[in-house]
């Protein structure tokens, strides 16, 4: 298919021909168009659309969104223009202009943040939709590994009708954010979405509802949400670029990427085989890639958690974090995945513990610094800010599929506290999240006998024994990370009493 094809719309037939041949849409979907075509001398404003094409209905900008996205699905990223700010103008039957090469894209993820439409009706309201966007740009910008283009480029884009591939050349980068702010009352609501640029395919988006009056605190919450998403939602978009690279292509940067997602989530021996493979090819080819070290590092520290790996193997990589550490880190995973290894296996509390809490000034909004925190604090009987992390964690990143490591850990933390019952709860979610995980299955084994469930309690501890019959009752006293001899002793004897070996 051309990058503009020729449309031929017949209304009262309502089918769509593209370049002749016929395709299928939605309803909805074809009275948008329908409405574009219509109107191809002008730009359509966002506002005009819902109006029009929804009846008058109360609905949200991102039911548009969805429609917009579907039609450049089926006509082309480029058959239809964004206005950022605005609207949408349909390019489709026009002849298009390729931008003039811009900048090559980054090695690292690269994102423009576009100037959001204000559907408010109120163009006094323009101040508080810019500052938005230009909030979201700065904190982005404090997300390692993403490179940000300058709000001051991004608005030069503002009531101009652009087609998204083309901002990803003329800009240099890979996606775009864009979105919207609507008005109902005292009632304010935002979408926020991010796009490939190259295909206008939305990878995610997400709606924010608040008080007019509580703007401030709203812009605040749409801030940390909304880095914190992007952050993870990136990093498995550039996995999948980078899994369907020819393999004698990939370099470092790519196998990093590669392992990172597995990484996450090491559940088994041969999770933690395929990323360590992977993460020792990076380190071959760039003996100074930090971050694919890093990476190594908390793929080490994930396989003891989930019992792949024995405390002992896992402490080999505490003298790679160790390195790290000593050579004044300034990326925020870095320094997490090190400070992390270094309080849970590496016998140097205060050196981690500095790292982490440099990496949450550094990025307070990143959920993978925020887990990691929240488990430092528990190892060292700080419960409640603990708890406070993983609440933080939920609280700006509610759907990341990671959390059952942050549940685990919230836990844990309450068991130190002594709510039991909370801490079943917590850890029975985790389970769910993320079965098998030998970390979880011990300490919900524990939390059910302290909770007076002693047959939920002689189960779970049935199923952990079987499956790692050298964790005993002693080895967890040698082994384990809490440092509060309170929690150990109780920790230990609702083991032993669950039927946990001595």
Known sequence: MPEVPKLDIDLAARELRVDGSLVAIGARAFDVLAYLDAHTERV?????????????????????????????????????????????????????????????LPDIPSIAVLPFANLTGRAEQDYLVDGIVTDLAANLNRVSGIFVIASTSSFAYKGKAVALPDVGVALGVRYVLEGAIQQAGDTLRITVQLIEASSARTIWSERFTGAAADIFDLQDRISERTVAAIEPSLLFEESRRARAKPTDSLQAYDLALRAAPIVLRVSTMEDFKQAKTLLDQAIALDPDYALAKALWIRAHVMAVGSRAISHAEGAVAAPVAR?????????????????HMMVYLGGEQDLGL???????????????VRVSSGWVNGYTGRYEAAIEDFEHAYRINPLDPNLGHCRSGHGYALIGLGDYDGAVRYLEQALADDPGFGTTEQALGAAYQLAGKPVEAQRM??????????????????????????????????????????
Not at 324 to 337: A, C, F
Not at 354 to 368: E, F, G, T
Not at 477 to 502: C, H, K, W
Request: aromatic share 6%; net charge negative; proline share 8%.
């Open 354 to 368: 500095n790292a982490i809490a440099n990496a949450k000034s550094l990025n307070p909004n990143s959920v993978l």
């Open 44 to 104: 359509v404003s966002k506002s005009e659309l819902l109006q029009e094409v929804w009846g008058g209905l109360a609905v949200e900008e991102g039911n548009l969104s969805v429609q917009i996205s579907a039609l450049r699905k089926a006509l082309g990223p480029k058959a239809i223009a964004t206005v950022p700010g605005v609207g949408y103008k349909l390019a489709a039957s026009a002849p298009h202009v390729p931008p003039a090469d811009g900048p090559s």
């Open 323 to 339: 390195e790290l550490l000593d050579v004044h880190q300034s990326d925020p995973l870095v320094l997490t995945y090190a400070g």
């Open 461 to 502: 501890i049935a199923q952990y024994a079987k499956a790692y019959p050298t964790n005993t009752v002693s080895y967890f006293l040698r082994t384990t990370p809490f440092q509060s001899t309170d929690l150990q002793d109780r920790m230990s004897a609702a083991l032993r009493d669950a039927g946990l070996p001595e």
